[in-house]
């Protein structure tokens, strides 16, 4: 008969051999928190202005294409994505396919977040499936032809879609190559601020430089550093009030979907971030594009 003494050491060592993966999950799940924010998934995928769940989808998100509506994000069984894999949620944002082999419209940033590295896949995973499970039913676009064609989506992606991760640049440093993983993938400020083609591909030749057809029909700024129409003439202390008030060297106030990326996203970021973004967006080759909406009947 194993004596009670014995069966207490045996109860201690099974606590502390269960004691690191419960603190790794943890360290995951922090982890994975910094990245959902970094990533704005906030933002997109809670219906705010209808007091929705966090991360349960719904919100309609307007653009020139067609009205599409966030999905669930929470692990509900049946209606979010609580029967995912690992590799199903690494699929969905690197490659932009569903695990049923259906391709997401480019609403979706995966064009973006195809650049995040696995192990923040992975962390950002383990915070999604934290959050409480909720049963709302995903709603349907309502996209026009051809937008609303799904089969046309693997052709679009063919002609405009490389899947990463995003590699390092081994001739610049670690400040400059954070800067570019947060703004070209994780971020994805490419997304509202770069001008699209009539198949809505971002034009690479206009990278950053701003739309006046932007996200719910906002005037998107241009954030190049070109010194008359971008940010050329802002300092690092503008910049980084920007990102963590929304405030602009003239002491207004962003508002719309910048004020909402302020709030969800940039003024959450951690002052090396910040820094490294900055540093990233100065180094882009300006582009002289000034930014405003057209007057009725001009070309």
């Known amino acids: 008969m194993v004596s009670m003494d014995r069966i207490a050491v045996y109860a201690v060592i099974a606590l502390v051999l269960a004691a690191p993966p419960a603190a790794a999950d943890e360290a995951a799940v922090a982890r994975g928190k910094y990245l959902f924010d970094a990533a704005g998934c906030a933002g997109c995928h809670t219906d705010s202005k209808n007091k929705g769940p966090l991360g349960a989808g719904g919100r309609a998100l307007k653009t020139p294409f067609g009205v599409f509506f966030s999905p669930n994000i929470t692990p509900h069984a ?8 690992e590799d199903d949620l690494a699929r969905a944002l ?4 569903s695990p049923g082999g259906d391709h997401y419209f480019p609403v979706f940033p995966y064009t973006s977040y195809s650049g995040i590295s696995d192990a923040d896949i992975g962390d950002l995973g383990a915070y ?13 676009h309502q996209a026009p032809p051809p937008f609303g064609w799904r089969f046309l989506v693997p052709v679009w992606k063919w002609l405009n879609f490389t899947p ?18 947060l703004v070209e993938a994780l971020a994805h400020c ?6 699209r083609g009539a198949l809505g591909a971002r034009k690479p030749a206009m990278k950053l430089a701003g739309t006046p057809s ?8 241009n954030i190049t550093p070109d010194q008359e129409t971008g940010i050329g003439g802002w300092s690092d202390a503008d910049l980084r ?7 602009k060297p003239d002491f207004d106030f962003v508002g719309g979907a910048m004020g909402e990326v302020v709030a969800n996203t940039t003024s959450r970021l951690t002052d ?4 490294a973004v900055i540093v990233y967006l100065r180094s882009l080759s300006p582009v002289r594009h000034q930014v405003r909406r057209k007057k009725e009947g001009e070309r």
């Open 78 to 85: 049946e209606h979010g994505i609580g029967t995912w894999s």
């Open 94 to 97: 690197r490659h932009g396919v």
């Open 128 to 140: 999604i499936f934290s959050l409480p499970a909720v049963a709302r039913r995903n709603r349907p």
């Open 164 to 181: 990463g991760p995003l590699a390092p640049e081994p001739k610049r440093d670690a400040a400059w190559n954070r800067g570019a993983y």
């Open 190 to 195: 490419g997304q509202c601020h770069t001008p």
């Open 214 to 221: 932007g996200p719910e029909g906002g005037i998107i700024p």
């Open 241 to 247: 009030s920007l990102f963590k008030m929304g405030m």
């Open 272 to 275: 090396a971030d910040l820094a």
